[in-house]
Each structure stands twice: as structure tokens, then as C-alpha cells.
């Protein structure tokens, strides 16, 4: 049958009526299989035009319209029928947050994770997708659908396979476009999923090789790339984030004997590129989880990895030449997002991951960052810290040029920065009452922080007139 010249062109109360007579058929063929393959084909195809914009499509967005849909989803025997169905329902649940919770109550989530088991990336796709939709605002049974109907290894499988594919590919051949786009949706469906079913990790274990394979699989993009977390690499980082990486298999493949820094050195360089690439408010969304993930890589570590870790993020004598935070290097782009206002979750990231980069000690933690990032961290986190050597400097160890944590150099505690590097004010000399008035207002400062009991500090000021350093200055001054 020859389609109209209107074929999914109709507007306003014309589209609505189209939209009305298409889904009746569509209705009715389930009860009368009147309708050929083709002309079947056909409605679906129309029926996904009009769906594009739910405006006078609202009988595809109604109970008795995404019951219609998903019986020829997924009771179907034409595969071609099917994805049809299937794409409107994608496109429909997408648009309409209400239509989640319709479909869910539909019963056919389970139907949904046992197509999922079908070994090819067109149903895996659309399955994926639409299950990763329906996760959203609705009291779909994931546990159920993950002990019932195999939804964790269905995944597993799915990245078992990509993996394979990625792994044995030549670089110069030529991608699938659906194999990527199927690659994705499962991606962002392993992470909602574990998220959602924390007392089901163990069943995602078997996927960890396989996120790790395919996100060691891709050149990584170019210096100028403005979007280095695009897919796979943004959806592969957050995959793992829920993942229990301390076991063996999951140490075995994120630090492998033959290179055990392979995995964590491409997470920095990924980090590299994103943290410049990125703005606010891509920052947060984008960026954060880089950081978390790259953290729980630490944590799980082995000393030498460790190690690694920390000379590619630790300050080095180039961002010691000025305050921390200020160089232009990995170090100091993340400083400089440390206090974000724009971006506070990737903020706490950063600060959490250079205290665990730091052993969790608040004095190598001062050292690494300044206290004048410290501070705000250990006082929100009610960590106690004693900076005895604070108001004297100190001496730190930084990276050298030959790599090796030896170089040492007295810096100013508060910034990080090397004292000999600090400008000299061109202030002029305070007279004795401006010395007399600032003394007072640190008295006053230093009496506040004893009182908080975070911080254990002996008032230098009150340490000075006990030791005879602190002269009054006579009345006639």
C-alpha cells in the first residue's frame, strides 16, 4: 500500500486524529493480526514521527497507548515490528516522565531484561535504553529483574563483547555506529543499576575487566578535543564507580603486573585534558566522577601505583614558584576548582582526593595543598590539626625534574609557596601603633579558633608577652 504525500506531516487537530487512527490499528491488529508486515512497518514508522513531538500526540503517551506499544515490543515475533515499537516507547518515555511508571506497571520490565539477552547491539540499544529510562522516578524491581531474569549478566555479556570487539579491532577499521551508541546505554545502565541495587554488586563483578579493557581500547582524545569525556570514556568512568574495586579480580585487571600504573596514568591524562576543556557547569556533572573514580583507584592501590599517583599530582617545584594553585599544571587547575562556587561537588572530590593522596595526614595534607586550602576541609570534616610549625614555615619535599621527592625548600605554610620565590611587600613599615593594633586583632583571632576546639594552637601573641617579646608602648606615644 502506497503511503500518503501527509506521511508524518500532519499538524494541530489533523495530527491528533492521524495519531488516534494509527495507534487503533496498531490496537486492534493485536487482537486480529489483520494487519500486513509492511503496513505494520508502516504504522510504527509514522507513529514514531508524530511521537517526536508530543504535542497532539497524546494517544501515544496514555496507559492504553504504551500497553498497545509494548505488547508489539515484545510479543512480537517480527523483529522489525518490535525495534518499531520499541523506538517509540524509548522516544515516548524520554519526553513523557509519566509514561516510566506506566510502562513499568505494564509488567513487561521483565519481558524487557530477557530481550535483553538477545546478542545484538540493535535490541541492545533500545533494551538498554529503555530500561535505563524507566530507572528514573518509578518502582521498577531491579533486584528482581537481576536474580529473575539474568539483568546483570545480560550486562556483563553485552560489555563481554564489546570488550572483544574493541580489543581485537583494528584501530583503522571503521566503527559500527550502532555498536557504539548499544556500548553507551549500556554503560549508563550498569551504573544506574548498581547504583540503584547496592546489595547486588557482586553480580557486576564479572564486568569490571571489561570497562576497564574498553576504556583502555580508545586513543585517547586530542589536546584540543573540548569534549574529552564524550562516549565511551564518560560513561565507562562512571560504570565503575559503584563497583567493588578491591577484589582480586578487580585488582588483578586496574593494576596489571606487566604495566600496574597503565590504568591510573590514562584516568590522569584524562583528567588532564578535562579539567582545562570543561567549564562551569559542565565541571560538576562532567569532571567529578573522573575524580571520585580516579580517588577509588588510589585508595585500592598497591604502593608502587601509589606512588605514581602522587608524582603526577602533588605539587612540583614549578607550582611552588607562586602560591599553590596558580601554575598552570594539573595541580593547579584542580586548585583552582578547589573552591568553585559554581562547582562544589567536584570541589569536595579534589579536596578528598589530595587528603587520601596526603595518607590522611593533616600535616602532610597542609603541605601538599597550603593551608589555606587545608583549612576549610579538615574544619567541615572535624579533623584535628595542630600547626605547631605553621607561624615559623617549614620545609617540604616536592618533585624534582629526575622525579625523585628530594628537593627541599622552606615555604610559606599558609600558600605552599616557596619562600625565597615571595615577593617583598612595597608596603611601607608599619609605625608601633598599627604594630600595637594588628598584635590585638591576632590576639583576638587566635582566642576564636582555641575556642572552637578544631584547631590546638598556642596563641603566638600570648606566647610572646610570656617570653618578654612583646613591649607596651609607653602612654605618651
Not at 522489525?80 to 522516544?91: E, H, P, V, Y
Not at 547496592?198 to 570497562?211: D, K, Q
Not at 595543598?369 to 595542630?386: C, D, K, M, P, R
Request: net charge negative; charged share 25%.
Amino acid at each position: 500500500m502506497a503511503q500518503s504525500v501527509s506521511f508524518g506531516r500532519l499538524t494541530g487537530s489533523a495530527k491528533l486524529n492521524a495519531v488516534k487512527q494509527l495507534l487503533g490499528s496498531l490496537t486492534d491488529d493485536l487482537e486480529t493480526g489483520s494487519l500486513t508486515p509492511q503496513r505494520r512497518e508502516s504504522i510504527l514508522e509514522e507513529l514514531k514521527i508524530y511521537g517526536r513531538d508530543p504535542n497532539y500526540a497524546d494517544p501515544i503517551f496514555t496507559k492504553e497507548g504504551i500497553e498497545t506499544l509494548v505488547k508489539h515490543a515484545f510479543d512480537s515475533s517480527s523483529v522489525n515490528t518490535s525495534r518499531g515499537a520499541l523506538r517509540i516507547l524509548c522516544n515516548a518515555l524520554l519526553l513523557k516522565p509519566e509514561t516510566r511508571q506506566r510502562f513499568v506497571d505494564t509488567g513487561y520490565a521483565a519481558k524487557a531484561s530477557e530481550k535483553l539477552k538477545n546478542d545484538n547491539s540493535d535490541d541492545e540499544f533500545l533494551v538498554s535504553r529503555l530500561l535505563l529510562i524507566s530507572t528514573y522516578n518509578t518502582n521498577i524491581d531491579l533486584p528482581k529483574l537481576i536474580t529473575q531474569h539474568g539483568l546483570a549478566d545480560s550486562i556483563v555479556n553485552h560489555l563481554a563483547r564489546h570488550a572483544k570487539r574493541l580489543s581485537s579491532t583494528s584501530k583503522t577499521t571503521a566503527a559500527n555506529p550502532m555498536d557504539q551508541m548499544a556500548l553507551e546505554e549500556t554503560l549508563k545502565l550498569t551504573f544506574n543499576v548498581s547504583q540503584f541495587c547496592p546489595n547486588h554488586l557482586a553480580s557486576f563483578e564479572a564486568a569490571i575487566p571489561h570497562i576497564i579493557t574498553i576504556l583502555c581500547s580508545f586513543d585517547l582524545p586530542s589536546p584540543q578535543s573540548r569534549t574529552p569525556l564524550g562516549p565511551p570514556f564518560g560513561p565507562a568512568v562512571n560504570a565503575v564507580l559503584n563497583l567493588d574495586l578491591s577484589t582480586p579480580t578487580a585488582k588483578e585487571y586496574l593494576y596489571p603486573a606487566a604495566s600496574p600504573s597503565s590504568f591510573s596514568d590514562r584516568l590522569i591524562k584524562l583528567l588532564s585534558l578535562s579539567i582545562k576543556a570543561y567549564k562551569n557547569p559542565d565541571l560538576e556533572q562532567i569532571v567529578t566522577p573522573l575524580v571520585c573514580a580516579l580517588s577509588l583507584v588510589y585508595e585500592h592501590a598497591p604502593a608502587s601505583v601509589k606512588q605514581s599517583i602522587q608524582s603526577a599530582l602533588l605539587p612540583t617545584e614549578k607550582d611552588r614558584e607562586d602560591a599553590l594553585g596558580k601554575a598552570d599544571t594539573l595541580h593547579g587547575h584542580l586548585l583552582q576548582n578547589w573552591s568553585n562556587p559554581e562547582a562544589p561537588e567536584l570541589g569536595k572530590a579534589i579536596a578528598h582526593l589530595y587528603f587520601d593522596l596526603s595518607d590522611k595526614d593533616p600535616h602532610k595534607f597542609v603541605k601538599n595543598v597550603g593551608y589555606g586550602y587545608a583549612s576549610g576541609f579538615l574544619f567541615q570534616n572535624n579533623i584535628s590539626f595542630t600547626p605547631e610549625e605553621m607561624s615559623k614555615g617549614g620545609e617540604t619535599e616536592v618533585e624534582g625534574e629526575d622525579g625523585v621527592r628530594e628537593i627541599r625548600r622552606p615555604v610559606n605554610p599558609i600558600t605552599g609557596q616557596f619562600l625565597d620565590t615571595e615577593r617583598v611587600s612595597e608596603l611601607p613599615e608599619m609605625t608601633d601603633e598599627e604594630k600595637e593594633r594588628e598584635a590585638e586583632r591576632l590576639f583576638v583571632l587566635f582566642e576564636r579558633l582555641k575556642q572552637t576546639g578544631i584547631i590546638d594552637v598556642q596563641n603566638p601573641v600570648e606566647q610572646a608577652m610570656r617570653e618578654g617579646r612583646f613591649e607596651e608602648l609607653p602612654d605618651d606615644k
